[in-house]
């Protein structure tokens, strides 16, 4: 198992665009959860989707969101982007929706410029 | 609100000495604790969970709930265990999960 996969690995975009981040989960595990990890400090939780429903949501603006798919895949949208959306972004996944250990990707770095 | 605190940004030890990374936590429930770590060119990758109680790498973490604590622990520290180190706390039966800001470990050796 290749365990929790993420596409692009790295994104450079420009103020105001949009961008979408891919996650693949482990196989098996139905949860999915999105962390932003500015440099210097550790992951700040975005979303969780659980059987492709939404499950929690940190404190982001609504220029974030985003979704799961039936396969258990997910992607996280950014709409009119910031210089301070500069970040890399984790998905995680998990067998379930209440708690336990999450599994993590290499993350997508995402520079705007 | 849930919160986690690493006091310390940077660690360093010499090689066969003891360390200890200290995670303080703020919650009011029933939280589940973890260490994760990241190794250089790594992904993060779970060290413990409070509730498994076991050793990992040589490495233990207690649960204070009377302090609200989380240390995580090693008698022996290796060069091999420098690494970034995250605590993260999330309330029970969620997935929520709130990371401190880390703690480089450095062992010298």
Avoid at chain 1, 83 to 99: E, I
Avoid at chain 2, 19 to 42: A, D, H, I, T
Avoid at chain 2, 89 to 102: C, I, T, V
Wanted: aromatic residues 12%; glycine residues 10%; charged residues 20%.
């Amino acid at each position: 198992d290749a365990g929790v996969t993420q596409s692009p690995t790295h994104l450079i975009k420009t103020r105001g665009q949009h961008v979408t981040l891919r996650c693949s989960p482990i196989s098996g595990h139905k949860s999915v959860s999105w962390y932003q990890q500015v440099l210097g400090q550790g992951p700040q939780f975005i979303f969780q989707y659980y059987e492709k429903e939404e499950r929690g949501r940190g404190n982001f603006p609504d220029r974030f969101s985003a979704r799961q798919f039936p396969n258990y895949s997910s992607e996280l949208n950014v709409n009119a982007l910031l210089l301070g959306d500069s970040a890399l972004y984790l998905c995680a996944s998990s067998l379930a929706g209440g708690g336990g250990p999450q599994f993590f990707g290499p993350g997508t770095r995402l520079t705007v410029l | 609100a849930q919160r986690v605190t690493q006091p310390e940004k940077l660690l360093s030890v010499f090689k066969g000495a003891p360390v200890e990374l200290k995670c303080n936590y703020s919650y009011s429930g029933s939280p589940e604790l973890f260490w994760y770590v990241q190794y250089s060119r790594q992904r993060l990758q779970l060290l413990l969970r409070h509730i498994s109680r076991e050793s990992i790498k040589g490495f233990t973490a207690d649960l204070n709930k009377g302090e609200t604590s989380f240390h995580l622990k090693k008698p022996f520290a290796q060069e091999e265990d420098s690494a970034m180190y995250y605590c993260a706390l999330s309330p029970y039966n969620n997935n929520d999960m709130r990371f401190g800001a880390g703690t480089r470990l450095t062992v010298k050796p």
